[in-house]
């Protein structure tokens, strides 16, 4: 199965900071690679797909990056309503493993 | 409006058995590869299985494998997990989540529905 390393685990900062989540994969998966937002007692939301799509109705603050290897989740300017959980997936093969996840907070 | 509803856990003993349902609506449901995901409590995300929209296909965890079996039915726009010898690790949330094909990202989720694998 392929690996998928989330780094930090967690991060806090401040309203109106630049954020940014690292994802690595175990082996190359192109841009196969998405990223899901997950609130507390929600269940998970796209935000970005094929490594840099914007998800329709995702604010243009999230952005993402990356090939191959290795991959960021970029959020521009952070604000409160993005406390959450952040979680990579690769849909290169089956299974879709996921990252561990990055827990965001605001200072 | 696109929406998927999961129905079915509950608190079952080890070795027990459990099937749950995910109805889909507000889409052309056979279009479409449905997923299990689960999640642990305070853990993160684990795909589960998949089967493609005409349901010829189907794929699985190795930690499911020969214990789950998902179906669907398209005339019903459901899709199920059939989960059998169930263990303590199998205590999760469970998600059904839609995408075009098998390896497509995951647009649309359920709200997930609870098991837990108690004696």
């Known amino acids: 199965d392929i690996q998928m390393t989330q780094s930090p685990s967690s991060l806090s900062a401040s309203v109106g900071d630049k954020v940014t989540i690292s994802c690595r994969a175990s082996q190359t998966i192109g841009t196969s690679l998405n990223w899901y937002q997950q609130t507390l007692g929600k269940a998970p939301r796209l935000l970005l797909y094929?490594?840099?799509s914007l998800q329709s109705g995702v604010p243009s603050r999230f952005s993402g990056s990356g090939s191959g290897t290795d991959f960021t989740l970029t959020i521009t300017s952070l604000q409160p309503e993005d406390v959450a959980t952040y979680f990579c997936q690769q849909s290169y093969t089956t299974p879709q493993t996921f990252g561990q996840g990055t827990k965001v907070e605001v200072k | 409006e696109v929406q998927l509803l999961e129905s079915g856990g509950g608190l079952v003993q080890p070795g027990g058995s459990l099937r749950l349902s995910c109805v889909g609506s507000?889409?052309?449901?056979?279009?479409?590869?449905m997923t299990w995901v689960r999640q642990a409590p305070g853990k993160g995300l684990e795909w589960v299985s998949a089967?493609?929209?005409?349901?010829?296909?189907?794929f699985y965890a190795d930690s499911v494998k020969g214990r789950f079996t998902i179906s669907r039915d398209n005339s019903k726009n459901t899709v199920y997990l059939q989960m059998n010898s169930l263990r303590d690790e199998d205590t999760a949330i469970y998600y059904c989540?839609?995408?075009?094909?098998?390896?497509?990202?995951?647009?649309?989720w359920g709200q997930g529905t609870m098991v837990i694998v108690s004696s």
């Open positions: 989540a839609k995408g075009v094909l098998i390896l497509d990202p995951f647009d649309v």
């Open positions: 089967i493609r929209g005409t349901g010829t296909s189907t």
């Open positions: 507000g889409f052309i449901f056979n279009n479409y590869a």
């Open positions: 094929g490594a840099s």
